[in-house]
């Protein structure tokens, strides 16, 4: 847009550079990076991408070189992630987690960083944990863990579409389809 100018842009990125110093240094940013669960992941993908936009690709490197403890912390050898299967919408919480890791692992694409091929020590990885959260969204299995608010098993699609791009498997793309009806919204990559 001619009204958006290079100072715009500048003064952008100046705004973004000053956020991420406050979410790397402030008590509130180092609480949520410190978490156990998927705020320190979600704090790690945010972070990481802010980082980028702002040029600082050592940073962002650096912020998902750390997903990869969150990977052995968090992902079970069977793809199951405890910290989210104990609270009360565990299914939500255990996609949202899943999208987290997902959003982080695309950071990584972009400074040599692959999260999404990262296997724990203990055999946890994020392809595990779709793998094992799929048959639940998609009612081949029954979810035997506490979901208090019903969850949209037509939201797990999102990660199907960006695992089939991301892992080049079109069988993912297929489970999507069949969770949305036929009807596939294709998100950037």
């Known amino acids: 847009s001619a009204s958006w100018t ?3 842009a500048q003064a952008l990125r100046g705004w973004y550079g000053q956020y991420l110093q406050w979410m790397l240094t402030s008590q509130k940013g180092l609480d949520e990076h410190h978490a156990r669960n998927n705020h320190a992941v979600w704090f790690l993908a945010q972070a990481s991408d802010y980082a980028l936009f702002v040029g600082d690709n050592d940073k962002a490197r650096e912020l998902v ?3 990869k403890l969150r990977v052995e912390s968090q992902i079970q050898p069977d793809g ?4 989210e299967l104990a609270r ?9 987690n ?7 692992s695309r950071v990584g694409s972009q400074v040599g960083v692959d999260l999404w091929h990262y296997r724990s020590q203990s055999g946890g990885n994020i392809r595990t944990a779709l793998d094992w ?13 506490q979901e208090i608010t019903p969850y949209n098993n037509k939201d797990f699609s999102t990660l199907l579409v960006q695992a089939s791009m991301a892992y080049k498997e079109p069988q993912y793309m297929e489970y999507a389809k069949a969770l949305d009806g036929g009807q596939i919204h294709h998100f950037p990559y």
Do not use: V
């Open 133 to 145: 959260l799929r048959p639940y969204a998609m009612g081949e299995k029954k979810w035997d863990y």
């Open 80 to 83: 199951r992630m405890p910290l």
């Open 88 to 96: 009360t919408n565990s299914m939500h919480y255990s996609a949202y």
């Open 98 to 104: 899943l999208q987290a890791f997902f959003n982080l």
């Open 6 to 8: 290079s100072a715009d």
């Open 65 to 67: 070189e750390e997903g």
